[in-house]
Every structure is written in C-alpha cells, then in structure tokens.
C-alpha cells in the first residue's frame, strides 16, 4: 500500500473517532467518500494511472475503501447505540406516580336484582310486561277482585290522584304490578308467561316501609297449568336466585282476592343470624295463587279452558335477604357510599351462563 | 284474633299438643301471629310454706327462713320485710332462671348462712313492678303447686291472623272446626237449650232498611241482677286483652268471641216507645258506648226508638240504652247485617269494633234463632230472670247455595290427586254437607257460615270485551269458581306442601327474548351511563311541588290527593328533579362530587316516560397530571352522546339547540334533536337560580334522554364496511368567524362541502384569546380526505380543499385565519 492510502485510512479513521454525534461523523463520511471525497477523487484518478500499475493502485484502493466502509458504519452503530442510550435516559420517568384516574359508576342492586329475575324467569320462558305507574282504580282494584268496599283497598294505603274527567276512573297510584296482569290479559291472547318488575306505591313510612317500593309480578296462563307448576317455578326461582340449591321452601294456605287457592311462601332461614337455607326457622317471601276465576273472567279469559298462576314479590326485600342488607330506606337516599358498596358493576350482568 | 287454648277446647276434643295446634293453624291459613304463654316461664316456681322466718346473726336487714316446697325443706336468706313465719310466698331452687332479674339462681352463702334458694316478688317473676316485698299468697294456697297452675296463668293465648274471606274463622267455635277438619280432634256439638217463653217482650222490632239487614231477633230477659261477671268469664275476657264490663256486656262480648256472633244488649227499660227500628241515619248526633258522638248519614243503617238513634248497626251501641249495674230488664238483639254495608259505615265513622270486623267479613245467618237462645240462656245463668218469647223482623235470608267438585280437578288445577273419599270427608269435616254424588264428582251443600264458598258476587269486566267473549268468560267464572273454592278447601286442610312441585314445561327448547327492544335499550343505557363513570341511584316518583316546578310542569292532575308528607306530593316532570336533591343530600353529607344518574318514570300531563337522566356535581376528581376541574356541560353532552351513539342513533343527523329548558343555565346547555320535532336528550350546567333553590354548592352539569323518543333502529343486516385501497389524506384549516357562530353549522359546511371526499372532520383548537380580534374566534378542524378512485394528486387535494373554503365561508362567513 502506498503512503498516501495508509495516511488516508488512518487520517479517516481518527476522524471518526473524533466525530462525536452522527452530524460529525456525517461530515467525515462526505469528505471521504461523497462525490468530492478524498476516497472518490483518488478512485477517479485512477484512470489516469499508467496501464501497468492500474491493476496493483486499483486493487490497494479497493482494500482502502472496503476498510474505510466498515470504520463509517462501525462508527455510525456506535454512535447510534450511544444516542439511544442517551435518549432512554433523558426520558426516564418516575413510574411509581399515580395512574390516571378512572370514576367507575355502578349498578343500583334494585336494577340488579330485576335483572337476575329477568334471566331466571326468562330462561322458564317468561317475558317482561310493563305498565304506567299511574293506573285507573279498576285495572288496579276492580278487575283484580277488590269491590269497592273491599277492606283491600284500605289495607294497601293508596294514593290517590284527582280524576282527568268529571266522573272519569279514579286515578291511583298502582299499590302493586298487579295491574299489568290485567293489561296483559285483555292484550294478549293465551298462553301468557311474564313477569312484572315495577315501581309500586303505598301511604306508608317507616323504618320497614316506604311510599315507594319495587314488586315484580308473574302471571303464568296455559291449558294444564296447575298448583304443582306454581310450586316447581317458585322453587325453581328462589333456589336459583339465593344460589343454595337445596333451600327450603314452604307454601301455606292464605286469602289475596285475585287468586284462589292461595298461597304465602316462606323460605327456611335462621332468625338469629339472618342465613339463609338452615335454622328451622321461616320467613315470608312472597304472595302467590291460581288466578281467581273472576279475574280471568273480568278479562276475556273462559276459565273452563284456561287456567294459571299468579304471584308477587318486593324487590327490595329479596335484595336485602340475598346480600343481608340491614335497612330498606337506603335504596331510595342514592348516598354514594352506601351505592359503592353495595353496587354492581355495569360490565357484569346478570347473565345465566356467567352466573346470578 | 286472640283466644286461649282452655277456650278452644271448650270446642275442640283433642289430645294435640300446642306446638301441633300452632303449626296446623298456619298451614291451613290461620296463620299464627305469636303464642303468649305466660305460665312457662313460671312453671317450676312452686308455692311454698315458710316454716320459720327469724333475725339472720350477721345482718340485721336479713332473715334466715325455712321454706317447704312440697319438695323438701330448703333453707334461704330473704331480704324482703315482710318475710314472716307461717305466711306462703313463691319459691325459686337453684338452678332456675328468674325472668325479672336474667339471672339464674345458685346455691349460695350469705354472711355466713346458706341459701338454697330465693322467694320471689311480683316484679322477680316478671308480673309487674311490686317490688315492695316478696309475694304473700292466700293460707289455702296449696303448698308445692307451680304457681302460674294456681294462678291460672298456664292458659297459652294464641293469636292468629285471619284473612278477609274468612269471617266463620274470627270465631273460638270456627277455629276448632277448622282444626277438627285437619284432623287435629273433633268438634264438639253445640247445645242449645230449651229457654220457655214466659211473656210477651215488650220491646219489638222493625225492619225499614232491608238491604242492610234482612233478618233480626230479640228477647227480653226481665228480673236480671247485673253485676260483675263471675270470674271465669272475666278471666276469660281479660286472657285476650278484652276489659269485663259487666255480666250483661260481657256475655255479648263473650259470643262475639266464642261464636263470631256480635250481640248487643240494651236496657229494655231505657227504650222508648216499644219498637227498634232499622231505618237509615238522617243526620242526628248519637253517643256511642266508647263515649264519642257521631252524625249518621242516610247510607248508615242505625237502630233507633221513639227518642232517637240508639246504635249504629253492626258497628257500635249507643250510651243512652247501654246496660249498667241498674239495669233490671234487657232485651238481646241479634241481627243479621249487610256486610258492606257495616263496612261502609264502620269506614266512614272510624270505628274499629269487634262487631264490625265480623259483620264486614259476613257472619253465619242460620245461626240466629240458637245464639239467641244461647245469650239468653247465659243471661239467666249469671243475672236470673225469666225470657220473653223471641220477637223478630224480617226473614232468614237465601244463603243455601251448592258447590260441585269434579275430583279430576283436585290433580289438574290443584296438582294433588286426592282420593275422592278423602276429599269428601275433610269437606264434611267442615260442615259441608253431600247432596249427590257419583264415580266422578259430589255436589254439597255449602255450611251456612262459609260466605266465602260459591260466593255469588259481582263482576267487573273490562267494558271494552266484545259482547260474546265477556259474555263466555262470564259462563266460565259460574263454572269454576265454586269449584276452585273446594279444591281449596280440601288442599288446604292437607296442608299445600302435599301438593308435588313440577317444573314450568318448556315452550320452547331454548327461550325466546325475556326483554322488548325498547326494555333491552333501556338496561343498555343503564350500562352505558354506569361504564361512563355514574352510579345509579333510585329516588322516590314524588317530590314537593315547590321543588318540582324548579324542572318542570306541575299540573294538579298528577298532584297526589292524600300525600303521605307535603314535601311527597307532586309526582316528578323528570327523574333529575329528585336527583338533584339526592347530590345536595350527598353535598351535606360531606360528599359534594358525585356523578348519579337514574333511569325512570317522567310524569307529564300528556303522559309517562323513561328517563336516562343524570347529574355530574361537584368538581372531577383531582389528580397530578390533570387540572381539577368541574361543571363542564360538555361532560353532559357526552354522557348523552355516549348513549345515543350505543342505542343507534344516527348521529350526524342530531342537531343541538340553544332552547334547553328553564332548570338549565340558558347560555350553557343544549337541546338534541332529531328532526326538527323529535327532542332526544337535553344537557347543560345547572341554572345559578336552581343550584341555590336546592342549596347544591358546587358547579353541577345534567343531562336528561327521553328513552321512548328515541326510534327503534330499523332491524336489517349490516352493510358492507367500507374499506377503500388508498390511503386517506388529512389537512389542517383555521378559521376565524364571529364568536356566535355555532360550531356545528361550521362542521357541518365543512363535511358537506365534498360529500364523497370528505369521511371526517375534527374540531381540534378553539381559541377566543389576547391574539384575536374582539367578537371573533378560531376554528381549527382536521379533514380526512378518502380517494376511492386513485390515489390524490396535489391539485386534486388543492380543489378539494378549496371546496371546504368555500362552503365553511359561505355558511358561516368564515375567513382562513392569516
């Protein structure tokens, strides 16, 4: 090799060892090998060297100029390895702060629970029904067999509104979902399956009572429904929903004027501890009958071809047994603490599959 | 109702226990309310001997006594002044709990001298507040019987609730059939005797008001000595918290009781003019017994002579003719009574009287000529006296009636194949009678004191059936219904746990939907809003009007007419009324940021809605890295946003209105319509007038969606996705328009301005600052250009852009900002 090659390689080479960022050792790269580079002028040269020692210049050239390429390169990783590892550096970042907060809303248990109810009574084939809040004292009373002289209708504390027309219905506010069971059956034609879950209205307040509460309804018509269907769906409801499989369940005779025979359901629980399933001791649940033939009647229905079943449950009260809530008026104060306890996450309904 | 268990069985032969008793009662519908035994916790107190009773050596305060128990010599320390040799107290041993003080005894030594045991006060056993000394009993009282045996107190009193419809069980005699029916014993027979009739009663009745009562009797007993009752029949009153008056009373209280047959006694001789009559009420004032004055109406029947109104019929007696001490002669009336009509009167008055609550249910009305005969007889018995003849108006009424039961029916409607032998011998048990039967069915006679069974009432149908169905279903009601009534009845005295539960057959293999579109849009919704950060809250559909008419219309025709409080009283115009007050309660709790929404009834003159209201109080909660920051009604917007986009609201078609209503601040809020008619949502800050009505602090945005305004997505398959080949080209523009310039009109001329280029555009910078001329503000969106064709050329995207130019300017008067 000649010597101005050997000084060209190690002159280059100490240039790039003094470039300290990729824009200096770019500087090198373009004086060595850009179009007017040291390197690039000597291999143009290269044609005016005489024929004989062409092939012994062309060759040392050669070997300069593969040395040269790698030190660039070598020296261009290094640099770059370096200017990402200052980088990195730069962008540390103290990773035991606080996330972004994120507020989680929640599911009232009452929308909960009439949820669990949808996906257990709809997997028996139930459907949902719904009806104003405001009814007409017929569909509410009447029709239900509650004459207007019944005790009934002193029992259950309505609330009344002013008539909408001079002698017009009287207007109330519905003291059960009972009257969707009307609406139902005048407008739909049997077989009927579905269950009622609504707001119901009562002039009364106290530590267990409140003007507003939630019921959910079921009304059940077909050809061959009897007593023991009445019986097996509750069962069938209540184990499932309170999730003890082997829940005791009791039905004993009573008296509701829109069903006969009728039937108060008790659960087996333990009065001392409030749990549920064990204890010897029962607990009333929920109100239920074959429906009267007089409803059925005052609806359109012939009870000598169809038959079925009724019942009715508060929502609040299932709620509070299946999570041993302690209180009722709670439900109704939306005080956010009470709510993020006892609240439901929206990503996770009720859903058979998954579990209620 | 209360009775004793002794009582029941003066009707009842039966060796069952109380605990059988109790639980059988429940079972077949007289469902137990409690058992008040009070002998039980007293029954190993015995009465006792005190042998001797002298000065204790260490305590001058203390005796040392010897005590017979009939069970040994015990020697006890007593404290109590009056401790004296030879008297009889009550004796407690070792080991007894004593229920006055919670503690159980234990053999003890008390300064020296042993004590095995205690002698009781009143107030010890639990009996009272006599405290002054330990119990000191009769000489007779015989030594070594428990003490509540000799004092009559291990007489159990039950209590049971009886329904409505079963006015036959608010009897002793009534309840004893019914467990004799379920087979707990046998109901003994009703002896009546034979009273002769010794004169002509100088009183007598008459009937003006039949529909109220169709039938009455009555007989004078004269030469009565009135008085206190003997003590078995005080005992017997007392035991379920009636007050003994006096014999003559006490024996009509006794029947109302014992046979659920109310009677009134008057003072024969107080009566004026010889004749009762029923007639209808004409505004005169009348004492009743319990000393208050009443104005009976004409829809009142009221008993009345010459001098007036003597007693509301089956509701209550009257003062002037009641019975005292005086009284030497009596005449016992025993009606027959309309039982609305009882109702409506005992309803109208206020008066809750056991007469009342039986008439109302229905009584027996074959039972009249024996309860006659039986008070009358009683009367003798505790007063003397010789009987007048019985007198009379009116007639036994028509209550024979016949029910028939198919037995096939007890299995298919009550779900229990019952035995046709069986069946029939509970229902005879229960004073049926049979008046035909065959293989397949029996036809009764239906027992003059079950109103309830094949009952004949009217019905109600809805007025709209068409003739021949309401017509049909009628027929089928007169069919069924005294049918149901006996298969009620037979299941009932099984007991319903009898009856084999059967799972729901299925309809389907796999069910159909359980939700409507509209009910699954709305439990969307309610997962939407809780996923957006608000916690669902469920408030009352009544507040006070005053606090309703902050948010809405408060018309008087959803004004309640007997609220439960006057701040319950006006039902709400939208659920974010009483939210609002749920987020001042949460602020006075020390809670002010909150996020709630609910979804529920609106109450509007034109009718009822849903709802998806909510309210964002407060300020967002602080963090490092984001400014604390409150009140934003963009926040609302988005929580409205967040719901339509999820229930398929086409949003480009929505446009937001400056004219959301009056409980929003008007230059902070929005109205979001579909359409020039439909209003979706409306969202903004809360008014300053209607945060400091409500006393809510802080800042407070709220957004109201009416759920059934929204339409439901038209239900067809998905169009193809567009997903074109060349890449989307973006570009930036500022414009500067008059600050009143709504954003969307200027969103809208830019997205229009080359419809098939144009796929978005983004609002990114809005700036109304130092560097901007008054009255003017900037806009700067982003727009997405999308080639299908070929990919843009710069002349292309130059035309393109110009377009958007041009059409903002146009729509808004928008200039590129320099």
Known sequence: MTDDLASLTSETEAALAAAADLRAWDAVRVAVMGKSGTLTNKLKELGKVAPDERRTRGAALNVVKEAITAAIESRRAALESAALNARLAAERMDVTLPP???????????????????????AMGFAIAEGPDVEDDWRNFGALNIPAHHSAREDMDTFYLPPLEQGGRRRVMRTHTSPVQVRTMIGQEPPIRVIVPGRTYRADHDATHSPMFHQVEGLA??????????????????????????????????????????????????????????????????????????????????????????????IERVTMLKHGMPDLRPFYESDIRWLRHYGFSALAPAMLHEGV | MKFSLSWLKTHLETTATLSDITDTLTMIGLELEGVEDRGAALAGFRIAHVIEAVQHPN??????????????????????????????????????????????????????????????????????????????????????????VWAGMDDPIIDIAVTPNRGDALSVRGVARDLAAAGLGVLKALRVPEIPAVFASPVTWAIEMPDACPWVLGRTVRGVKNGPSPQWLQDRLTSIGLRPINALVDVTN?????????????????????????????????????????????????IADTAGVQSMAGVMGGEATGCDENTTSVFIECALFDPISVALTGRHHQIASDAR??????????LLPDATTLATAMVMELCGGEASETVSAGAEPAWRRQATLRFRRLAEFGGLD?????????????????????????????????????????LEPDPALAPEKAAKAAAGREAMEPEADLVEEVLRLGGLDAVPAVSMPQLSPVPTLTLTPRQARAAFARRILAANGLSESVTFSFLSVKEAALFGPTPTSLRLLNPIAADLDQLRPTPLATLAAAAQRNANRGHGDVNLFEIGPAFREEGQTVFAAGIRAGTAPRAWNAPAAGGDPMVAKADVWAVLSALGVPMEALTTTTDAPGHYHPGRSGTVRQGPKTVLATFGALHPSVLAALDLGGPAVAFEIDLNAIQEPK?????????????????????????????????????????????RVVLFDVYEGDRMEAGRKSLAIEVTFQPREHTLTDAEIEAACAKVVAAVAKATGATLRG
């Open chain 1, 100 to 122: 972004h907060p994120v507020v989680n809303g929640l599911i009232h248990p009452i929308s909960r629970t009439m949820e669990e109810m949808a996906a257990i009574f709809g």
């Open chain 1, 221 to 314: 018509i077909d050809r061959g429904l009897t007593l023991g269907h009445l019986k097996g769906c509750l069962i069938d409801f209540l184990r499932i929903f309170f999730g003890i499989s082997n829940l005791p369940v009791r039905f004993r005779s009573s008296y509701f004027p829109f069903t006969e025979p009728s039937m108060e359901v008790d659960i087996g629980w333990n009065r001392r501890t409030g749990e549920l399933g064990g204890g010897g001791d029962w607990l009333e649940i929920l109100g239920s009958g074959m429906v009267h033939p007089k409803v059925l009647a005052n609806c359109g229905i012939d009870a000598r071809e169809w038959q079925g079943f009724a019942f009715g449950m508060g």
């Open chain 2, 59 to 148: 305590a001058d305060r203390l005796r040392m006594c010897k005590v017979d128990d009939g069970h040994g010599v015990h020697s006890v320390v007593c404290g109590a002044p009056n401790a004296r040799t030879g008297m009889k107290g009550v004796f407690a041993t070792a080991g007894q709990f004593i229920p006055g003080t919670g503690i159980t005894l234990k053999v003890g030594e008390i300064r020296g001298v042993k004590s095995e045991g205690m002698l009781l006060s009143m107030r010890e056993m639990g009996l009272g507040d006599d405290h002054s000394g330990i119990v000191d009993l009769p000489d007779d009282a015989p030594v070594g019987v428990p003490y509540p």
């Open chain 2, 254 to 302: 006794f029947f109302t009781i014992d046979l659920g047959r109310p009677l009134h006694v008057f003072d024969a001789d107080k009566v004026q003019g010889g004749v009762l009559t029923l007639r209808p009420g004409s505004g005169e004032r009348f004492r009743a017994l319990n000393g208050k004055d009443y104005t009976v109406r004409p829809i009142d029947c009221v």
């Open chain 2, 357 to 366: 609550s039986r008439f109302e249910r229905g009584i027996d009305a074959a």
């Open chain 2, 418 to 458: 019952v035995p046709a032998d069986a069946a029939v011998a509970r229902l005879e048990r229960l004073g049926f009678t049979v008046a035909a039967r065959d293989a397949d069915s029996v036809t009764l006679d239906v027992p003059s004191w079950r109103n309830d069974v094949a009952a004949t009432s009217a």
């Open chain 2, 715 to 759: 239900r067809r398959k998905k169009s193809l996705p567009d997903l074109p080949a060349y890449q989307p080209v973006k570009r930036d523009f500022a414009f500067v328009v008059d600050a009143a310039v709504s954003a969307e009109v200027l969103l809208k001329a830019a997205k229009g301005a080359e419809r098939t280029l144009i796929v």
